[in-house]
């Protein structure tokens, strides 16, 4: 007996030597590239071009920043972005919360079509053309809404919810009801205090979603200068920083855009800018979705 | 509960900065929209905003951009443009499609497709309504090279047009390019074939492995991203000797297409890449840059030679070697006129106005006055006012006149001229609208400051100068030496290809021979042994049945005879 | 559990009672079956071009029927063969990888005893989940260039003597991608497990302990199984999506030289559905992807059923 202990509090050790190792390799791999893109960011664009910058900057610009924050059209898309994750999330939140809660009651007549009603949506769309369509017909196309109403309830969501609605303790419905408290009642007196950790989860998903997304942008308001965002204004700050005239026959004259910032050097202090503020924001919210993310399925 | 009381606030922060910026949104736009209502009074009737879309890429202008703000106050018309991104040209034009909802002006690379979708309105009558800007702009052939097969004309091409005197000083076109510090320091060797300019390359880097400022050297490039990778797949054609037809090769006195992919004089250029590619001196990196990283290795002046277009490199790198002080370090780029054999005429600048029938600028379905939109191409064109204001900016304020009517610019001018920001803030040339080359309306001054010939000199460093003088040449265009011809009246031949889909066994091949081209030529140069990887690529090229493409041009071709 | 309300669903008639006593549900599950078939069910009669000859001026109601025709191209087409095949190798490498990557990280993350240590630890882990693809293909490509970390890395051990240029050759294209993925998401995927993990009843862990049972036992016998649901769970979920596996990675990293290796369904749907303006044949791609999800997540369905797993639906 005394043996084994001391064997094993050996192997322990071990353990402990090789698990921290690799949680510093870990690290190490994760943090660096992101402060490597810190350290470009600060350096001179031409500079930067002839590699060997690792954690600081080799010759220090700020030049970069100015590039990127000087677009008009930047601040237009951070106020349209911090616009959409905010309406964006609080709406996803409650529709998939509603939807998470009518699957998740026991008794509910229709629960599982439901619930396979919306697991089918995960693997199935109609392509790009018809959906293009159907939110040119409902006027969604050129709107701030295009960016709310299509996304607001996603299978996934739905089901990260619904585990854990699942998981709560059938005793409390119960119990309210016997209270004559109705279903809307006791989703948003009894249920939903209880599930601040799943939604938490839920509004990390959605807002990061929400914060990084540019496709739909492009698509469906690529004209409306007034509803662009954030990530897209990034985006065509990349393709236009070494923008060129060409077409690709005829001889159009252009004169150019460069300074001594390089493609590089302004994704590095774009990548920065965006990456920030969802960077603050999630410590904050990380004590609620380490216990609120638990996903299930049903079993007989 | 001081955790509560965090969360509690950043929540309340976000909805609250949330409702700031959507008042702020509100009170912007209706700042605007007065501003603009108080202008219109002014001159010209209502201020129209129009949109234009372009499948390339571009710097949008402010919105309250000064000289757009001029211009939609005497013109009445401002324009919104925006520009591709993240997508490729033809992915954006199918986008815009599949939605169905066009802006006002579009100017594709894919007009074909838009026609076929209903997407553009016919422009005859339009036309037909302004004859000094029909008679002026394009000749009666040149209109009816831009008819559709459905008897209607869709769009204007804006580029290539010369007014009065041409004073092209730059090859706006495709070359063996060079930097003037190697042939400076090889004492100006007279170079003719690849083998002569791969040699002075070599030599030069192995005397010279490094920049001043210890940059390792890099002696040849090649970008191959997308629709660009032109700067691998066509000098064939330019070093048989043939003019840019860009997908075919035409013979003159039969009037035959003949296929540049598989010609002998392409087969050399590759084995040649090939051989230099084994020896190390083409950039390892590439078949996979982007255009963006491309341009910047440019930048630094490190790379000694490119095959490339000039517009698709040198307005942007210029621009840096001159902030930069690499000009002065001989770091420019001059054009080689190659050929297969030495002492070939060579075809490698066009002379002529090229009409390239393929694209130009289209007035779409949605917009929302046509009328005033055309008149808007034709002021563009016809109204040299309204031409210098885009190309040359504000009289006093970014040129001046001197007492010979003269236009010159000072060097704070010219800085001026190519900053981003004076640019989003002051400049605006809608630069896919008509234009011009060549001599103003005065007919002293050139349309553009680029082709101005004291602009010009003004602007050239001095190992630029030495290198054009040592080979008796004064610009560009004398110093790559094409042969001066007039092209048949089916060139280019891309712009034909450029209209092909895939509802044609030719437009089907024509898309596959890019995607096959687009993989085997980088491994057709790197490949250890050249002519298994050769084989490879033919087989592979075959089978894409170039056959039924050049069959259709020959269609095409046959129409001229 | 569930399996009670289940039976007491089934013995019991739906009767009026019980409908008017679950109004407040039936409303809004009314609610969301209208919004679900309008934004997810009504775009799929798009479905129909994908046996037409669709042309956009004509519109669906008045474009050609031809059939089969459009499957027909793609199957006999050996360039989307190659690109299913890419797609599907990606898909289960990435899942494969992820899932490993995931659940290593979750279960040495819980072995850390120093509370500080460990939530530091995770808080870095979640960074990279933030970043969008763009930015992170743009690190990559930075990293792995050839003045770039990876290859300073190896020059410097002398394990290289020149450096690689990696997205030259297609046999390292898909190893990059799913480093990418791997990259990205270790740290956010691991959350789920870490937290079946603080769900395990820790008496198990005295209880092993007791028994003299080292910490790798521990894992084994204790928390791999603790946390089996999940994995399932997961596991079955995604494999409906291996076929969604990529679009953004290789299309903002491949290029002509591992086209071979690096295009999947939905790169090529965009190349002939969207950019050559062959909506039908885009269409016809799609369906194709949807089925083969769905064929997926039922048989894994299935197969998780008749093993007495979690399952799905």
Redesign the interface.
């Known amino acids: 007996m005394k043996k084994k202990k001391v064997k094993s509090s050996a192997g322990s050790k071990v353990f402990t030597v090789l698990n921290s190792l690799f949680m510093i390799a870990f690290i190490v791999i994760t943090l660096y590239p992101v402060l490597n893109t810190v350290a470009i960011s600060f350096n001179d ?2 500079d930067a ?2 590699g060997g910058i690792y954690l600081w900057p080799r010759k220090f610009a700020i030049k970069n920043y100015q ?1 990127v924050l ?4 930047l601040i ?1 898309g ?3 972005t ?2 959409r ?3 964006g999330t609080v709406s996803s939140v409650i529709a998939n919360a509603l939807l998470a809660y009518v699957v998740s009651r026991k008794r509910f007549i229709f629960k599982s079509q439901l619930s396979l009603f919306w697991v089918i949506t995960m693997y199935v769309n109609g392509g ?2 018809p959906v ?2 159907l939110y ?1 017909n409902l006027g969604l ?2 709107s701030f809404w295009v960016y709310v109403i299509p996304g607001m309830i996603g299978a996934w969501n739905m089901l990260v919810m619904r585990t854990y609605m699942l998981g709560l303790p059938d005793s409390l419905e119960e119990s309210a009801q016997l209270d004559g408290a109705g279903y809307m009642t006791i989703f948003t007196k009894i249920i939903s205090p209880l599930c601040k950790p799943v939604y938490a989860t839920v509004v990390l998903f959605v807002a990061v979603g929400q914060w990084n997304s ?2 739909d942008a ?3 308001n ?2 409306k ?2 509803y662009t965002t954030l990530q ?1 204004e990034l ?2 700050l ?23 910032v ?3 050097t302004v994704r590095s202090a774009a990548t920065v800018v965006t990456m920030l503020p969802i960077i603050c ?1 999630y410590p ?2 990380q ?1 609620y979705f380490i216990t609120g993310l638990t996903i299930g399925g049903v079993k007989e | 509960m001081k ?1 509560k009381a ?2 509690l606030f ?1 929540a309340s922060v ?2 609250l ?2 409702l700031a ?2 008042g ?2 509100v009170t912007d ?1 209706n700042a605007g929209g007065d501003a603009g209502a108080n202008n219109s009074v002014a001159d010209a009737g209502e201020i129209t905003d129009f ?1 234009m ?1 372009i499948t ?5 202008i ?2 309250d951009n000064e000289i757009a703000q001029l211009i939609g106050e005497k013109w009445g018309v401002r324009i ?1 443009e ?7 040209a ?2 954006a ?9 066009y ?1 006002d002006f579009i ?1 594709s ?2 007009m074909s ?1 838009l026609v ?3 997407a553009l309105i016919p422009l005859d009558d339009y036309i037909d309504q302004y004859p000094e800007f029909k008679e002026k702009w394009f000749t009666e052939e040149e209109w009816e090279k831009f008819r559709q097969p459905d008897g209607h004309i869709y769009w204007i ?4 047009n010369t007014k009065g005197e041409s004073t092209v000083t730059t090859h ?1 076109d495709e070359a063996f390019w060079i930097q003037a510090r190697v042939l400076e320091w090889a004492g100006y060797p007279q170079i003719e074939t690849m083998d002569e300019y791969f040699k002075v390359i070599e030599d030069y880097i192995a005397a010279n492995p490094t920049m001043e400022d210890g ?1 390792p050297n890099i002696a040849y490039t090649i970008l ?2 997308d ?1 660009r ?2 700067c691998l797949e066509n000098a064939g054609q330019f070093l048989g000797g043939y003019p840019n037809d ?1 997908s075919v090769l035409v013979d003159k006195d039969t009037l035959t297409i003949e296929d540049y992919n598989t010609s002998e004089d392409t087969i050399q250029y590759f084995r040649k890449l090939n051989e230099e590619y084994n020896k190390g001196f083409v950039d ?2 590439s ?2 840059q982007t ?3 491309y ?3 440019l ?2 002046g490190r790379v000694l030679g490119m095959v490339d ?1 000039w ?3 040198a ?6 070697f001159k ?2 002080g690499l000009d002065a370090m001989g770091c420019n780029y001059v054009p080689l006129g190659l050929t297969t054999e030495a002492g070939m005429e060579n075809r490698w600048h066009t002379y002529d106005d ?1 009409v ?1 029938q ?2 130009g600028v289209a007035i779409t379905v949605d917009c929302k006055d046509p009328d005033k939109a055309f008149k808007f191409i034709v002021d563009c064109a016809m109204d040299q006012e309204l031409h210098d204001l885009r ?1 040359w900016g504000v009289k006093d304020v970014d040129y001046s006149v001197d007492e010979n009517g003269l236009y010159y610019r000072t060097d704070e001018q010219r800085m001026n ?5 004076y ?2 803030s002051h ?1 605006c ?1 809608y ?2 609208m008509p ?1 011009w ?1 060549g001599t103003s309306d005065d007919g002293i001054n050139a349309n ?1 400051p ?1 082709e101005q010939p004291s602009e010009f000199q003004l602007d050239m460093a001095q190992p630029l100068k030495d290198c054009f003088a040592a080979y008796g040449a004064d610009n560009y265009v004398d110093m790559i030496g094409s042969v001066v011809e007039t092209n048949g009246p089916w060139f ?1 031949m ?2 034909y290809s ?1 209209n092909f ?2 509802e044609t066994p030719g437009g089907v091949a024509w ?1 596959k021979m890019g ?1 096959i081209k ?2 085997y ?3 057709v140069v ?1 490949a250890a042994d050249f002519d298994a990887a050769w084989a490879e690529y033919m087989e592979a090229y075959n089978a894409c049945k170039p056959e039924d493409f050049l069959a259709e041009m020959q269609a095409i071709l046959d129409t001229f005879k | 559990m569930d399996q009670g309300a289940v039976k007491v669903k089934r013995d019991k008639k739906i009767t009026w009672k019980e409908i008017k006593r679950q109004k407040t549900l039936l409303i809004i599950s009314f609610f969301v079956v209208i919004y679900g078939i309008i934004f997810y069910y009504w775009p799929l009669t798009g479905w129909i071009m994908a046996f037409q000859n669709y ?3 004509k519109g669906i109601l008045g474009s050609e029927f031809v059939g089969l025709d459009k499957f027909k191209f793609l199957f006999e087409d050996a ?1 989307f063969l190659r690109v299913i095949r890419n797609t599907f190798c990606m898909g289960a490498l990435n899942l494969l990888t992820t899932t490993v990557m995931a659940i290593l990280f979750a279960v040495l993350l819980n072995e850390i005893r120093s509370s500080v240590a460990k939530k530091t630890v995770q808080t870095i882990s979640y960074l990279p989940h933030f970043l969008s693809w ?1 930015i992170v293909a743009g690190i990559l490509h930075d990293a792995l ?2 003045t770039g970390i990876v290859n300073d890395l190896l020059l410097r051990a002398n394990i290289i003597d020149q ?1 690689i ?1 990696f ?2 050759y297609p046999r390292y294209f898909w190893p990059i991608v799913a480093f990418a993925n791997c990259w990205k998401e270790t740290g956010w995927n691991a959350i789920i497990y870490l937290a079946a993990i603080t769900a395990i009843d820790p008496s198990l862990y005295e209880a092993a302990s007791i028994d003299g049972a080292g910490r790798l036992q521990k894992i084994r016998h204790i928390t791999l199984p603790g946390i089996k649901p999940t994995i399932m769970i997961l596991l079955l979920m995604n494999i409906g999506n291996v076929l969604n596996a990529g679009f953004e990675v290789q299309y903002i990293l491949g ?3 591992v ?2 290796v690096s295009d999947t369904i939905d790169i090529y749907v ?1 190349k ?8 039908s044949l885009g269409t016809a791609a799609g369906i194709f992807k949807s089925a083969v999800s769905i064929a997926l997540i039922v048989i894994g369905n299935q197969l998780a059923k008749r093993a007495g797993e979690e399952r799905l639906f």
């Open positions: 664009g031409i071009v002839r590039t000087a677009m008009e059209n237009t951070a106020k349209v911090v616009a994750t905010v309406i790009m053309i293009f369509m040119r196309t050129g540019w496709f492009m698509l469906y690529r004209m200068t007034e897209y985006m065509k990349l393709s236009s920083v070494m923008q060129q005239s060409g077409n690709a026959a005829a001889a159009s004259e252009r004169g150019s855009a460069a300074a001594a390089t493609p590089i924001l904050f919210l004590r | 955790k965090a969360t950043l976000m909805v900065s949330a910026g959507c702020k949104e736009s949109t879309f390339m890429p571009g710097s949008e402010n919105s919104k925006t520009w591709l991104t993240g997508q490729t033809s992915e034009t199918g986008t815009l499609i599949a939605g169905g909802e802006p100017d690379d894919d497709l076929d979708a209903g091409n804006p580029f290539g706006n940059t191959c991203e629709w990778y032109f860009g390892p990196e078949f996979t255009y963006d990283e341009i910047a290795k930048s630094t277009q517009w698709n490199f307005y942007t790198v210029n621009d840096v902030q930069q090229t390239n393929a694209s190309f001229w190519s900053d981003t920001s640019q989003a400049r040339q630069s896919y234009q080359g553009k680029e280019p891309y712009s450029n889909t895939t898309a995607e687009h993989e030529l980088p491994k790197m | 042309k956009p001026a360039t763009i260039s050839s450096a240029n997205f030259a290029n002509g030289l086209k071979s965009l002939w559905g969207i950019s050559q303006n062959d909506f």
